[in-house]
T-cell receptor, first 113, second 116 residues
């Protein structure tokens, strides 16, 4: 079975500070991992994905995530937060059967000016 | 290029009623997914359709059903609505065809369903 745990339903950072959003996964088979962002009243937009290539994945808007198998983690980071980064972020895991994403419960990021 | 479109954007229904939500995928995409985003529960997988057939189903009761039409658009039907069905229903599409997961799923803006 696959699942995702996002630690911290709400994260606040100052503008210019490091953004760190945590995601731990559980999977019985090698996983594919994703980060999606949801801006208010919008659908989900893919930030980045890990598909068993490089363990450090770079995405859009300056975000990146590192796959750590030993820690079963896929944390999302950005060196310097921008006001426009305020949104809901979802980590998701999938395996190559059923084409089904398992999403975490999301982390709401607030950026303080 | 138009993205995934969903209609209606908002809907209010009474408990016990039935509702139909609609989704038009991106042109060329054959797979459509439905997710429920209830408050505090994150996104829960409902259904996956590809080439007109239901390929996978999440852990939801049978009163949640759907279909995919020859033009790849899709409907989600919910019968006997309950208060806990109040949620944002998201549709996504992808050009899958054995390329999972190297193809991206694109999400629509969702339909906000409120059951009173």
């Amino acid at each position: 079975a696959q699942s995702v745990t996002q630690l911290g339903s709400h994260v606040s950072v100052s503008e210019g500070a490091l953004v760190l959003l945590r995601c731990n996964y559980s999977s019985s088979v090698p996983p594919y991992l994703f980060w999606y962002v949801q801006y208010p009243n919008q659908g989900l937009q893919l930030l980045l994905k890990y598909t068993s290539a490089a363990t450090l994945v770079k995405g859009i808007n300056g975000f990146e995530a590192e796959f750590k198998k030993s820690e079963t983690s896929f944390h999302l980071t950005k060196p310097s937060a921008h006001m426009s980064d305020a949104a809901e972020y979802f980590c998701a895991v999938s395996v190559n059967t059923g084409n089904q994403f398992y999403f975490g419960t999301g982390t709401s990021l607030t950026v303080i000016p | 290029e138009a993205g995934v479109t969903q209609s209606p954007t908002h809907l209010i229904k009474t408990r016990g009623q039935q509702v139909t939500l609609r989704c038009s995928p991106i042109s060329g995409h054959t797979s459509v997914y439905w997710y429920q985003q209830a408050l505090g529960l994150g996104l829960q997988f409902l259904l996956w359709y590809d080439e007109g057939e239901e390929r996978n189903r999440g852990n939801f009761p049978p009163r949640f059903s759907g279909r995919q039409f020859p033009n790849y658009s899709s409907e989600l039907n919910v019968n006997a609505l309950e208060l806990e069905d109040s949620a944002l229903y998201l549709c996504a599409s992808s050009p899958l065809g054995g390329e999972w997961p190297n193809t991206e799923a694109f999400f629509g803006q969702g339909t906000r369903l409120t059951v009173v």
